[in-house]
């Protein structure tokens, strides 16, 4: 039984994550997420869209993936790799080599990110397809005003 582990923040969940955890599940025989708590990811910098229930719910629907458990720091790796009897640890390769000292126990993958989709671009695409409707009200609505001036 190899056993591939990961981890992330799985945040406005799109087809980078869901291709990048079906090529990691192709690795081994289980996937196991660590999935980045909303506390941990204000410490990375990052808010998420998603609150961290959410984000669990999801990845425990996607059938590449075996279990989820939290992550709430940097440090905690090692200990998870151990418990999960990890064979391979992996991530897109916008972490390239970041995670290297993990070598001694469990060998150590980075795999191609997925171009052209990010949860940054995705909101920004929300924020763009929102602002777009706002626009389309507010003619709507000085048109009618129009109207009714005209009355
Ligand atoms: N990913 C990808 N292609 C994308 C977007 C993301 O392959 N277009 C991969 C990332 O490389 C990462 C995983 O999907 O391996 C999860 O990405 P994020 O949710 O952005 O995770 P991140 O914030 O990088 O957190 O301790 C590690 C951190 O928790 C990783």
Redesign the pocket.
Known sequence: MKTVI??????LY?V??V??LSRLRELGDRLVV?C?TDE?NSR?G?RSVMPYEQRVEILRACRYVDDVFP?NN?EQ?RGDILREKADIFA?????LGKFNDLSDIVEVVY?????D???TEVRQLVKALHRDKINQVRSAVSHLASLVDNL
Do not use: A, C, V
Request: net charge positive.
């Open positions: 990961t981890y992330g923040t799985f945040d799109h980078g994550h291709r990048l660590g980045s941990f990375k990052k992550e940097w790796k991530m897109g390769d916008d972490w795999l191609p990110r997925t171009k989709i990010s949860t």
